[in-house]
C-alpha cells in the first residue's frame, strides 16, 4: 500500500530556534498533504493543507508565519516551525490520500515528536 | 466546537468478546467516515471507511455501523484480540475534500 514517511521521528531543539520536518510519499505523488498536531491524550488537530506548487491553507487560529509549509514537489512537504517555544512540543504528523478519491484513505506518516527545551 | 466526538475515552473488553467503539458527530454535510487505530508514538493506521450511502462496512473482524439519522456511528471488533489494544480515532469528512475532522480518541484495552 501507499507509504508516507516522515523525518526525523524524534527532535530536541533549544528555544528561540527553527525545525524542519520532511513528510515524504515514497510510492506515490500527493499534490496535496495534511499536517496535524497531537497533544498528548487529545485528538488530532488539523493545522494545515499543504498544497504541491501554491500556498498552504492554514486552519483557523494556527500562525503561518510560526509554521511554514513548503509543498515544493509531489513527494514531498515541509513543516517549520520557526523560532520553536516549549509551547510548541507537540507530535506532528503529516498524511496524504494515497488512494482513487472514492476510497478516500489517507495515509499517515510515522509522526514526528518534537520537544522544545 | 468539537464536530466529531468520541465520548469514552477509554474501553476495557475481554479477550475473545466484541468490542463497540462509539463515534458521533453535528455536521450534517459529512458524508465520510474513515477508523484509525493508532499506538503511541506512532501515526495512525487506516482500519475501515463508510460513505454516507452505506450503513454497513464489514472487512474481517471489523465492522462499522453508521445512522445517519442519529449522526452515529460505532466500530464493532469481533472477536476481540489483546493485539487490539490501542487507541481508536474516528474522523469525518465531506467527500472529496480529504479534510477529516478527527474525534478525540478511545482507548482499548484488551484483557487477555
Known amino acids: 500500500g501507499a507509504v508516507v514517511s516522515q523525518h526525523p521521528s524524534w527532535v530536541i531543539c533549544k528555544s528561540g530556534t527553527s525545525v524542519k520536518i520532511e513528510c515524504r510519499s515514497l510510492d506515490f505523488q500527493a499534490t496535496t498533504m495534511f499536517w496535524y498536531r497531537q497533544f498528548p491524550k487529545q485528538s488530532l488537530m488539523l493545522m494545515a493543507t499543504?498544497?504541491?506548487?501554491?500556498?498552504?491553507?492554514?486552519e483557523q487560529g494556527v500562525e503561518k508565519d510560526k509554521f511554514l509549509i513548503n509543498h515544493a514537489s509531489l513527494t514531498l512537504s515541509t513543516l517549520t516551525v520557526t523560532s520553536a517555544h516549549p509551547e510548541d512540543s507537540s507530535f506532528y504528523i503529516c498524511?496524504?490520500?494515497?488512494?482513487?478519491?472514492?476510497?478516500?484513505?489517507?495515509?499517515f506518516g510515522e509522526g514526528s515528536r518534537l520537544t522544545v527545551l | 466546537d468539537q464536530q466529531v466526538k468520541q465520548n469514552s475515552p477509554s474501553l476495557s473488553v475481554q479477550e475473545g468478546r466484541i468490542s463497540i467503539l462509539n463515534c458521533d458527530y453535528t455536521n450534517s454535510m459529512f458524508d465520510y467516515f474513515l477508523w484509525y487505530k493508532k499506538y503511541p508514538a506512532e501515526g495512525p493506521t487506516f482500519l475501515i471507511s463508510i460513505s454516507s450511502i452505506k450503513d454497513k462496512n464489514e472487512d474481517g473482524r471489523f465492522t462499522v455501523f453508521l445512522n445517519k439519522s442519529a449522526k452515529h456511528l460505532s466500530l464493532h471488533i469481533v472477536p476481540s484480540q489483546p493485539g487490539d489494544s490501542a487507541v481508536y480515532f474516528c474522523a469525518a469528512s465531506n467527500s472529496g475534500t480529504y479534510k477529516y475532522i478527527f474525534g478525540t480518541g478511545t482507548r482499548l484495552k484488551v484483557l487477555a
Open positions: 498524511s496524504a490520500p494515497g488512494g482513487a478519491l472514492v476510497s478516500g484513505e489517507l495515509f
Open positions: 499543504s498544497n504541491e506548487g501554491s500556498k498552504a491553507t492554514y
